[in-house]
């Protein structure tokens, strides 16, 4: 069965400053790892993902996430912080075939101006 | 709006009572999801289709719900008798299968559940 474990509820960070929002993950097989953020009371929007290639993947809003398959992590990155990043992000992965996604319970960034 | 819509946003009511929410995907997309997400945790899967057919559904699916695709274009999520353990948000998904883009889902705004 997949997993996805998001070791921490809270980040928080300095506006300026970069953040990390750490993911760690179990599947069979190769994974599709995804990040989505999620404002108040809002579905969530697809940031970035790692299916192939680069072990380093571009998403969207400066964010990036650093694919690592010995330490089977997902770290999501950027280098430097805005107040208007505040928001919830989760963490999510498939194994291959049709299997659905499955999401981590999420960690809330507050970047404090 | 291109994007994925949900309808109604909010939903308040009475235990016991039926409900019924509608998805309309991205219009090329032939996959649609269903999640839940309640307060403090991440969106869980329901179900998903493609085209018309269910190809899947969570153990979280109960018989007290249905959902339908009928024509593989916009889908309902219904919830008969619900408890006061339905209160959620609903989330409706919809990708492509296949394709550099295939892998990706992208979400509605969602569907507040609140049973009283």
């Known amino acids: 069965a997949q997993s996805v474990a998001q070791p921490e509820d809270q980040v928080n960070v300095a506006e300026g400053n970069p953040l990390t929002v750490k993911c760690t993950y179990s599947?069979?097989?190769?994974?599709?790892l995804f990040w989505y953020v999620q404002y108040p009371n809002r579905g969530l929007q697809f940031l970035l993902k790692y299916i192939t290639g680069d072990n380093l993947v571009k998403g969207s809003y400066g964010f990036e996430a650093e694919f690592n398959k010995s330490q089977t992590s997902f770290h999501l990155k950027k280098p430097s912080a805005l107040v208007s990043d505040s928001a919830l992000y989760f963490c999510?992965?498939?194994?291959?075939?049709?299997?659905?996604?499955?999401f981590g319970k999420g960690t809330r960034l507050s970047v404090i101006a | 709006d291109t994007g994925v819509s949900q309808d109604p946003r909010h939903k308040i009511t009475k235990r016991g009572q039926n409900v019924t929410f509608r998805c309309d995907p991205i219009?090329?997309?032939?996959?649609l999801y269903w999640y839940r997400q309640t307060l403090g945790q991440g969106p869980e899967f329901l179900t998903y289709?493609?085209?018309?057919?269910?190809?899947?559904k969570s153990r979280l699916l109960s018989d007290r719900f249905s959902a339908e695709r009928p024509k593989g274009s916009f889908s309902t999520l219904e919830i008969q008798r619900t408890e006061q353990g339905d209160s959620a948000m609903y989330l409706c998904a919809s990708s492509l299968a296949g394709g550099p883009n295939g892998n990706t889902i992208y979400f509605g705004e969602g569907s507040w559940l609140t049973v009283v």
């Open positions: 999510a992965v498939r194994g291959s075939g049709n299997t659905p996604l499955v």
């Open positions: 599947v069979s097989g190769n994974p599709y």
């Open positions: 219009s090329e997309h032939n996959r």
């Open positions: 289709f493609q085209n018309e057919a269910q190809l899947e």
